[in-house]
Nanobody
Framework: QVQLVESGGGLVQAGDTLRLSCAAS????????MGWFRQAPGKEREFVSA????????YYTDSVKGRFTISRDNAKNTVYLQMNSLKPEDTAVYFC?????????????????WGQGTQVTVSS
């Protein structure tokens, strides 16, 4: 079992920066690929970014490429999502997720464990 706890969300203005963190329990963090998803009101949960077990492979949805950066620190059991140049359309609850796969995936069903989410609100 892996427990995930997100933090770092908040209310910001368009163009601002936030850094989300996701802390994982247990000593097997490095054996999981990690992903970030988001869910806006009335919409389905969508893929944002993913990172492989060793951090060597990174994936982003097109709408965040060049603005968001995913990273991980396996020694700290933590995955990060650096979000720059935030836009109102980035407003959502952001979830981190852990997958037993190696590379990470854009598909929700590929993930085995989920955090509770952290709210990000970007005002115009």
């Amino acid at each position: 079992q892996v427990q995930l706890v997100e933090s770092g969300g908040g209310l910001v203005q368009a163009g601002d920066t936030l850094r989300l963190s996701c802390a994982a329990s247990g000593r097997t963090f490095s054996t999981y690929a990690m992903g970030w998803f988001r869910q806006a009101p009335g919409k389905e949960r969508e893929f944002v970014s993913a990172i492989s077990r060793n951090g060597g492979r990174l994936y982003y949805t097109d709408s965040v490429k060049g603005r968001f950066t995913i990273s991980r620190d396996n020694a700290k059991n933590t995955v990060y999502l650096q979000m720059n140049s935030l836009k109102p359309e980035d407003t959502a609850v952001y979830f981190c997720a852990a997958s037993r796969g190696y590379s990470g995936s854009v598909y929700r069903d590929s993930y085995d464990f989920w955090g509770q989410g952290t709210q990000v609100t970007v005002s115009s």
